[in-house]
């Protein structure tokens, strides 16, 4: 078994509400969980606000199901002048085996905001 890459930034349960016609959770809940995890390791590495501009790649590799725990591990691929580009993985943890399974790739990027929402330069107060 290949081991996740980065850091664990969330962990959650899928739901049966989060499922399509065939039972598997949507692709979309997934995306919105990384986006959600890539915008924890941006804040938690720049400070402040920041607000998703891009997903420049993403890739479905295997389904999630109802009660699987999904976690996703983020790292830091890139920090331009008001952008950060986060890579990240998500696996899923069965109920049924301790066995975790790589079921997406992805990379975000976010733009660090000031309080009000302006663009500000990374490294400057997000108060600017």
Not at 93 to 102: G, H, I, L, Y
């Amino acid at each position: 078994m290949t081991e996740p890459r980065g850091t664990l930034t969330i962990r959650t349960m899928a739901m049966p509400a989060d499922t399509n016609a065939a039972g598997d959770i949507f692709g979309g809940w997934v995306m919105s969980q990384m986006d959600i995890a890539g915008a924890v390791a941006a804040v938690e590495h720049i400070g402040g606000r920041v607000a998703t501009v891009a997903v420049e790649a993403m890739s479905f590799i295997a389904p999630v199901q109802v009660g699987d725990v999904l976690c996703v591990y983020t790292w830091i691929e890139r920090i331009g002048t008001t952008s950060i580009k986060v890579g990240m993985e998500a696996w899923t943890k069965s109920r049924a085996t301790p066995d975790r399974t790589k079921v997406t790739t992805g990379h975000f990027i976010y733009v660090a905001l000031t309080d009000d929402g302006q663009k500000r330069v990374i490294g400057e107060t997000a108060t600017a």
